[in-house]
């Protein structure tokens, strides 16, 4: 199924307002398996609507218009999708009844237009605000000569709950009944958004049930599996069948699940599972490597924290800005991981090893080198080059992210791969 969403509104065009109504309805349907290829803003102007109406029926099974349902002149969303239908507007009682109380108990005289709040499209069903004042409509053509219609109000305060306790009830029947749909959230790092997506071409170009999508973060993608069936046996096995196809191509990079989870809480669990501790020392990085641990709950539990003064016993440290080459640096890190695992105690201990300079221009694109070290008791240590070739605080995450999933290809004995 083909959802096309339209906000309207001059002031979106204008960039007075930022529409976030749009991405939040797009998350909400993907979540069910409904798939969307266009958005647009359109302006108060009741002939360009009435274009963009035309336009998304020969493109979309659902429309789904955001804004203009008000009272004032430029509010014309339901008066031109019923005249695009074919359809009056019906006025809902209990909707009309709450605008008149709400004038005569706030003594605030009622003009006549503030009525049309209470309209919806006539053959369809009136979807209750209980925040504001102007109803939804939700209408399906029995002829099926047009695609189904959800208008909502423009306030993200009234759509997003309109949306979670009347549209989605609405949907479940109409699109959905007798069935269970269940998404699945997986997370990679290590390969780009359009990378993964051209690996998975084939999968994505066939799908069916479950539905794959593709979404780009700040350091990583995620996938987002969405599958439905009768029963939640059938999904979780539609669900486990997808994520095995795709983990067949792009598992190497696979390290966890759900919408929020991290890769430092990845790390975390992980050592946490193992009864591993670990230490880090940082150069050239503001300390977010432990910005980024200490963020995790409960992260002392496994992280070793290094008291005030603790690098001075480390012989190598006082080195540190005396190296020139890369390979002294090369030297210098692993030699600092090594001293400072021992005297901290921890299983393992990380240094990242940034410049260790004044940066002219933090957001000016450049190339960086990172040494990023890797000691653990009982191993080698092991010590990866990398450069970073983006602005300074992007280079500076970036090398923080790539030590992560060092310590985690480490401890569960990966083999190290190049990010694409």
Not at 90 to 105: F, I, P, Q, S
Not at 200 to 229: F, S, V
Request: hydrophobic share 35%; proline share 2%.
């Amino acid at each position: 199924m083909i959802a096309e969403i339209i906000s309207v509104g001059t002031e979106l065009l204008l960039g007075q307002i930022v529409d976030t109504n749009r991405a939040f309805i797009a998350k909400k349907i993907t979540e069910k398996g409904i798939e969307t290829y266009h958005q647009s803003i359109v302006g108060d102007n009741f002939e360009r609507l009435e274009e963009a109406l035309t336009l998304a029926d020969t493109r979309a099974d659902l429309i789904i218009l955001i804004g203009g349902l008000g009272p004032t002149k430029d509010d014309m969303t339901k008066q031109a999708t019923a005249k695009h239908l074919g359809v009056g507007l019906a006025t809902d009682d209990e909707a009309l009844d709450k605008v008149v109380k709400w004038h005569k108990n706030s003594g605030v005289p009622m003009a006549e237009n503030n009525k049309l709040q209470a309209q919806y499209l006539e053959g369809g069903h009136p979807v209750k605000n209980d925040v504001g004042f102007a109803v939804g409509s939700f209408y399906q053509d029995e002829e099926k000569n047009h695609a189904d219609y959800l208008l909502l109000p423009g306030p993200p305060w009234e759509l997003e709950p309109m949306f979670e306790k009347y549209v989605e009830p609405f949907f479940n029947k109409a699109y959905f009944e007798n069935q269970i749909i269940t998404s699945r959230v997986l997370r990679y790092y290590g390969i780009g958004e359009s990378r993964l997506s051209t690996i998975l071409d084939d999968l994505i170009e066939n799908q069916t049930n479950p539905t794959i999508a593709t979404y780009a973060k700040k350091q990583e993608p995620t996938i987002r599996l969405t599958a439905n069936g009768e029963d939640q046996a059938e999904v979780d096995s539609l669900l486990d069948e997808g994520e095995k196809k795709i983990n067949a191509l792009v598992g190497d990079y696979f390290y966890g699940y759900g919408d929020d989870y991290s890769l430092e809480e990845a790390v975390y669990d992980l050592l946490k599972d193992r009864e591993l501790t670990l230490s880090s020392v940082e150069l050239g990085t503001n300390e977010l490597f432990k910005k980024k641990i200490s963020k995790v709950d409960r992260f002392n539990e496994v992280y070793l924290e290094l008291f005030e003064g603790f690098m001075a016993d480390v012989a190598v440290y006082e080195s540190v800005d005396k190296v020139k080459s890369e390979e002294e640096k090369r030297e210098v890190a692993k030699t600092l991981a090594d001293q400072t695992r021992q005297l901290s105690g921890a299983d393992i201990c990380v240094f990242v090893f940034g410049s260790d300079g004044e940066v002219e221009d933090i957001h000016k694109y450049q190339e960086e080198s990172f040494q990023l070290a890797f000691s653990r008791k009982g191993q080698e240590t092991i010590v990866y080059s990398r450069v970073y070739a983006k602005d300074h605080l992007d280079n500076q995450e970036r090398a923080v992210y790539d030590m992560f999933d060092i310590i985690r290809r480490q401890v569960l004995g990966l083999k190290e791969l190049d990010r694409k």
